[in-house]
């Protein structure tokens, strides 16, 4: 359930209450794919890094080390020793990324694994069955995530399957959550808005899929190949549409400009990659902008990667320092790096809330922008 505290025009300031904890929205759930932070970086980690939700991909714990081993071991919470909420993904997005090995049937979608090629099927109950394995704390609807540009008639055809689908989640998660051996029989379904990059299907899906009175709302499809003006044109589309007492999340975005604008669209909860791959490849988001480690100028520079920032990388380590662990390809480097980012993050969203608590949201978002989409 979510309790909205406070707006200021269409951003929301919010608690979200779940099975495992209270989220303060908006928030950045940090992204866990295989159980785990890419860059050496732990659950118990997290806590320091103001982190709030844990994010898992379906898809690739299925391969490895498969739901059912997890389950046999405790669930997702007791897995990786995260206590807090876990959204896990529905293994959607991989109809989009493996679409060279996929094959998408009103049945479901067989795979052919990236990491051996034998063939996996999954389709709404499959979907549904391995996150109830996994025990995560929100569970997302199985969809088919579209490249853009798409044709219009694909596009029309995917999302009413996309909403057949979640009809069929909703019916077998409810089944699951009834079992006397579900690891979590609270688990939250979250459906998914689909319909590319067309206004009229967007509204058409989201009027749709909110009939069925589910635990929240997400949307998906956005930040996979079409300029950022037109994800924010449809976000603004679908805003209107979505219950105003349910969670909203915007799948796999995206910088931190992206989440200013997002929230000031009326989006509660984001995800990405972005804060994590580009730090393992040494850009570390600052308050001036975004800087590049590998950049000889850091060789002598004893400075902080932020004099603003108060994370335990910027407390100890200076840019030289981690200039010299990136160009000695010390796995050290990834780590703090990683840490940083997903610090300056959790921070961003931390400063945000204050500013919608203050009423100065407008004036945080104009004051903030400009730097952050800096390159140094």
């Known amino acids: 359930m979510l309790k909205i505290i406070k707006t200021e025009g269409s951003a929301r300031r919010g608690v ?64 990786t020793r995260w206590q807090g909420p876990i959204l896990t993904d529905s293994g959607g997005f991989q109809v989009f990324s493996l679409a060279k090995l996929r094959d998408i049937r009103e049945e479901g979608v067989t795979f052919a694994s990236h990491i051996d090629g034998r063939k996996i099927f999954m389709g709404p109950e499959e979907s549904m069955q391995i996150q109830s394995n996994l025990g995560s704390t929100i569970v997302m609807a199985f969809d088919e995530c579209v490249e853009n540009p798409a044709e219009y008639s694909y596009a029309r055809h995917s999302c009413e399957r996309t909403l057949r689908w979640l009809v069929r989640c909703k019916a077998e998660m409810d089944r699951l959550n009834a079992l006397p051996d579900t690891i979590n029989p609270r688990q939250m379904l979250w459906g998914i808005n689909q319909g590319s990059v067309y206004e009229d299907l967007r509204i058409w899906h989201m009027r749709q899929i909110r009939e069925l009175d589910l635990d929240g709302y997400a949307i998906g499809g956005l930040a996979v190949g079409e300029p950022a003006e037109v994800m924010y044109r449809v976000i603004e589309a679908v805003e209107p549409e979505m219950p ?54 850091y060789t002598l520079d004893e400075s902080p990667v932020d004099p603003e920032c108060d ?7 200076s840019r030289a320092y981690l200039h010299h662990l990136f160009k000695s390809g010390e796995m050290l480097a990834m780590r703090l790096a990683v840490m940083h980012n997903l610090y ?17 949201f407008h004036a945080f978002y104009e004051r903030t922008v400009p ?6």
């Open 344 to 360: 300056f993050y959790n921070t961003l969203m931390g400063k945000i809330r204050k500013a919608l608590d203050e009423g100065d």
């Open 16 to 79: 979200l209450s779940t099975p495992h904890g209270t989220v303060q929205t908006p928030a950045f759930m940090n992204v866990a794919t295989c159980g785990a932070i890419k860059g050496a970086v732990s659950a118990l980690d997290l806590k320091g890094l103001k982190c709030q939700v844990q994010l898992c991909n379906t898809y690739h714990l299925h391969l490895r080390p498969g739901d059912k081993t997890v389950k046999e071991l405790g669930g997702l919470h007791r897995f």
């Open 244 to 297: 105003k007492e349910k969670p909203r999340y915007l799948m796999g975005v995206g910088t931190p400009v992206n989440l200013l604008e997002g929230v000031k669209r009326g989006i509660d909860l984001f995800d990405c990659v972005m804060p994590t791959r580009n730090a393992r490849h040494g850009h570390l988001f600052t308050w001036e902008g975004c800087r590049n480690l590998m950049n000889a100028k």
């Open 371 to 376: 730097n952050l989409a800096k390159r140094i």
């Open 311 to 317: 994370c335990p990388v910027c407390r100890n380590f």
